[in-house]
Nanobody
Framework: QVQLVESGGGLVQAGGSLRLACAAS????????MGWFRQVPGKEREFVAA????????SYADFVKGRFTISRDNANNSVYLLMNSLKPDDTAVYYC?????????????????WGQGTQVTVSS
């Protein structure tokens, strides 16, 4: 079983940047595809970005392409989300998630374990 703990959220002005981190415990992290999702109250959790177990393949939601970058450090059991050019619409709780799939997957049902989330608030 893998446990995930997110950090790095906070309040930032529009146009600013944040770097989210997700620390994983457990032996299966290195064999897991990792993803970031986000959710606002009253809406479904939506896909943001994902990276395969080796870090060689990534996928992004259209609304973050060119602004967000996902990366991972398998030596330190961590995955990151660098968020640039933030917009008020990016305000949400951001969740880190892990999947047993070896390739990049983008739906919530394909992920097996989740962190508790970290709040990101972008002011206009």
């Amino acid at each position: 079983q893998v446990q995930l703990v997110e950090s790095g959220g906070g309040l930032v002005q529009a146009g600013g940047s944040l770097r989210l981190a997700c620390a994983a415990s457990g032996r299966t992290f290195r064999s897991s595809t990792m993803g970031w999702f986000r959710q606002v109250p009253g809406k479904e959790r939506e896909f943001v970005a994902a990276i395969d177990r080796r870090g060689t393949s990534t996928s992004y939601a259209d609304f973050v392409k060119g602004r967000f970058t996902i990366s991972r450090d398998n030596a330190n059991n961590s995955v990151y989300l660098l968020m640039n050019s933030l917009k008020p619409d990016d305000t949400a709780v951001y969740y880190c998630a892990g999947s047993a799939y070896s390739w990049v997957v983008v739906t919530t049902s394909e992920y097996d374990y989740w962190g508790q989330g970290t709040q990101v608030t972008v002011s206009s």
